[in-house]
Every structure is written in C-alpha cells, then in structure tokens.
C-alpha cells in the first residue's frame, strides 16, 4: 500500500514514515503544501496523512484538490486543533478520519489498515473469495454456503487476511490488528498462532480449501494453495 505523509513537522514525519515502511508500506513524504499538491498530481496512493496546518497552504485545500483528481484515495487528517468545526469541514469535504495530536503511531496505524481494508472492499455488503462469504453488517461467516461461527479476535483475523490476499503478513503485525498496543504486554505470539489454527480448522471443517499459508521466519499468507 502506498501512503503519503503531509507534515511540515520533520521529526514527527520521519517517525510516522519509519513506523508505516516497518509494517510493509511505501511511504512518501511532504512537508510543503506545494510539494504535497505536485505528488498528488502525479502520483497515486491509497491514502494520504495530512496535517492541517502548513507554512504555505492548509490540510483542507490539499483534500479538496484529491477529491477533484479521484474519489478513491483515503485521507486521515491529524492536527492539533481540536475544534469540531475542523472535524466537520474535514468529513464535509471528504476525509475519512480524524486524529487529534498527540496520538500514539500505533493507533494511526490501526487507523490506516481500518481505512484501506474498507475501501479495498469497495463498500460491498458482501465480501467473497472462493467459497468463503462474509457479511460484515451482522459480522455472518459462510463456507460453501454453510454458516461458520468464529469468535471476535477469529473473525478480525480472517477479514485481515480477506484485505490482504497474497500478501505475506508477519506475526507483529497480525498482532498489533487484533490487539493494538495490548500486545506489547504479551510475552510471544504464540496467541497468533492459537488464533490462527483455530480459524484454518472452521474453514477447513467447512469444505474450505486450506489458504493459510505460514511462511517460514516471517508469519502467514492468505492464498490460494
């Protein structure tokens, strides 16, 4: 996923970009709303970070030219203003989210995984891959049209694989999704990988062809086998 940082603070931008590149993003960099507006010009991304205040323009110019160039890139403002007229104009014109600083680079990130897993579904009532079908407004599970109950932490597992299909996941960042910032009080991983085994097993008793993949020394992928 490609991600495009828009801050004019270099020390927090450098943090965010290390925190994204580290859990597998392309990540670039703007510190000037004229540089910010160049790259969206010519380049495309998944989603953009913006600040709203910058030495020569501001956060909510930067959306409004994005939204006339293409609908489908996410936005996540952060500021430090926490006005909710702010709040609002940014939803009004096209943000996805809000995030007050200071914040913790853990929860943006969640933000941003939540962000891109929405809009790679495409808003769809119904998520599909082979045999597998979910529907996320009543969180139903079925395999080869047969009803699969998962708990809580088994259903957010397959959803991420669901958004990352053919993408090697590693066991942190596995982690982090279904936890967040708890996990760091967790002494291994081992409760992935309990996780994980339970959910192969459901689909597996369901007729499910076996599309959890570990990959040695890095985590697990989601294909087809």
Request: aromatic share 8%.
């Given at each position: 996923m490609k991600v495009l940082v828009v801050e004019?603070?270099?020390?927090?931008?450098?943090?965010?970009?290390?925190?994204?590149?580290?859990?597998?993003?392309?990540?670039?960099?703007?510190?000037?709303?004229?540089?910010?507006?160049?790259?969206?010009?010519?380049?495309?991304?998944?989603?953009?970070?913006?600040?709203?205040?910058?030495?020569?323009?501001?956060?909510?110019?930067?959306?409004?030219?994005?939204?006339?160039?293409?609908?489908?890139?996410?936005?996540?403002?952060?500021?430090a203003r926490n006005a909710l007229e702010d709040k609002l104009k940014g939803l009004e014109i096209g943000s996805d989210d809000y995030l007050t600083k200071p914040f913790h680079l853990s929860e943006l990130n969640a933000r941003v995984k939540s962000l891109l897993r929405r809009r790679q579904f495409g808003g769809h009532t119904e998520i599909r891959f082979q045999e597998i079908r979910v529907v996320p407004h009543t969180r139903n599970v079925f395999v080869n049209g047969q009803p699969t109950t998962l708990s809580r932490k088994e259903y957010d597992l397959l959803l991420y694989f669901l958004s990352n299909i053919d993408v090697a996941l590693t066991k942190a960042s596995i982690a982090e999704h279904l936890w967040g910032d708890n996990i760091d009080s967790a002494d291994s991983f081992d409760i992935v990988y309990s996780h994980i085994k339970n959910l192969r097993r459901k689909l597996l008793e369901k007729g499910a062809a076996d599309y959890v993949q570990s990959i040695y020394g890095i985590g697990y992928k989601f294909s087809m086998p």
């Open positions: 004019d603070e270099k020390g927090l931008a450098e943090s965010i970009t290390d925190y994204m590149v580290q859990d597998g993003y392309i990540c670039e960099t703007a510190t000037t709303f004229g540089e910010a507006e160049e790259k969206i010009h010519l380049y495309n991304y998944d989603c953009i970070i913006v600040d709203l205040t910058l030495p020569d323009g501001n956060g909510f110019q930067i959306i409004e030219t994005l939204k006339r160039l293409t609908a489908t890139t996410g936005v996540i403002i952060i500021s």
